[in-house]
């Protein structure tokens, strides 16, 4: 069993920033994949942003430059930096967690809302 929270979803205007962050408890050892990916009104869940466990990073094009992913070093904690905001970063954002090996192993947070403004 893996739970994750999230926080630090708002609203901000075009050009401004947020981070988010991504708390996780449990059976973390069933996790060394962990990742940001967004969801908005009517369009299918895709992926922002991952990391693993040795800190490999992978980015969807529309966020390069703009994002970044990192994870705390003193407790199971991922966070996205979102700079430069764009209207098309509104969505909820979802914390995941998974296994590369053992794909039973996948769980997701409850979600946060990061809106945009023009």
């Known amino acids: 069993q893996v739970q994750l929270v999230e926080s630090g979803g708002g609203l901000v205007q075009a050009g401004g920033s947020l981070r988010l962050s991504c708390a996780a408890s449990g059976s973390i050892s069933r996790v060394n994949i962990m990742g940001w990916y967004r969801q908005a009104v009517g369009k299918q869940r895709d992926m922002v942003a991952t990391?693993?466990?040795?800190?490999?990073?992978t980015y969807a094009d529309s966020v390069k430059g703009r994002f970044t992913i990192s994870r705390g070093n003193a407790k199971n904690t991922i966070y996205l930096q979102m700079n430069s905001l764009k209207p098309e970063d509104t969505a909820v954002h979802y914390c995941?967690?998974?296994?590369?090996?053992?794909?039973?192993?996948?769980?997701w947070g409850q979600g946060t809302q990061v809106t945009v403004s023009s």
């Open positions: 995941n967690g998974r296994h590369g090996w053992f794909e039973e192993y996948n769980y």
């Open positions: 990391i693993t466990n040795g800190g490999t990073t």
